[in-house]
């Protein structure tokens, strides 16, 4: 794998809207965030062939709006996601990442934040801007795109599809 894509879900409904956080679908405002996050890594060059994706109603209808812009992709969907530690999304990376490209990663907070915050300390470089914002919080919609090189990883874009 050269590159990866840390996803965290697009906005979800409400808590208590219906039973249980795992079957907690994606807000109205959730949906757009979901497709427009996926127009903005396809127009960025940053198509995923896989995605390793939370069995969570919320990152599997994330999942939807992303891949209406890259249709060919391979969805994976594992239930260890869904709690979200960083051991288990680096299982699911090494497990599934080897041999393509681009691969993402659709999951929780705060195990995708924490992850991305991991693989910016092992970086030797990075995009000081995206890192400050990176820093700052790792919002709902959010996706960190790292390049996965041989020095260690690189933070090379944050994408927010929230209108500017």
Same mark, same amino acid.
């Given at each position: 794998?050269?590159?990866?894509?840390?996803?965290? %879900?697009?906005?979800?409904?409400?808590?208590? $809207?219906?039973?249980?956080?795992?079957?907690?679908?994606?807000?109205?405002?959730?949906?757009?965030?979901?497709?427009?996050?996926?127009?903005?890594?396809?127009?960025?060059?940053?198509?995923?062939?896989?995605?390793?994706?939370?069995?969570?109603?919320?990152?599997? $209808?994330?999942?939807?709006?992303? #891949?209406?812009?890259?249709?060919?992709?391979?969805?994976?969907?594992?239930?260890?996601?869904?709690?979200?530690?960083?051991?288990?999304?680096? #299982?699911?990376?090494?497990?599934?990442?080897?041999? #393509?490209?681009?691969?993402?990663?659709?999951?929780?907070?705060?195990?995708?934040?924490?992850?991305? %915050?991991?693989?910016?300390?092992?970086?030797?470089?990075?995009?000081?801007?995206? $890192?400050?914002?990176?820093?700052?919080?790792?919002?709902?919609?959010?996706?960190?795109?790292?390049?996965?090189?041989? $020095?260690?990883?690189?933070?090379?874009?944050?994408?927010?599809?929230?209108?500017?």
């Amino acid at each position: 794998m050269q590159r990866l894509l840390l996803i965290r %879900h697009a906005r979800a409904a409400a808590i208590g $809207q219906t039973p249980g956080d795992h079957a907690r679908p994606l807000s109205a405002k959730g949906h757009v965030m979901a497709q427009t996050l996926g127009r903005m890594l396809a127009q960025a060059g940053w198509t995923p062939e896989r995605a390793v994706v939370s069995t969570a109603l919320r990152t599997r $209808q994330t999942w939807e709006g992303l #891949c209406e812009s890259f249709p060919d992709a391979e969805a994976l969907f594992d239930k260890s996601l869904y709690q979200g530690v960083p051991k288990a999304l680096l #299982c699911a990376i090494s497990a599934h990442g080897g041999d #393509c490209k681009t691969l993402a990663l659709v999951g929780h907070n705060p195990g995708v934040a924490l992850m991305a %915050h991991r693989l910016v300390e092992e970086g030797l470089d990075h995009d000081g801007q995206a $890192q400050r914002a990176l820093a700052a919080r790792f919002r709902t919609g959010w996706a960190a795109a790292f390049e996965m090189r041989e $020095q260690g990883p690189r933070l090379a874009a944050l994408f927010d599809p929230r209108p500017l």
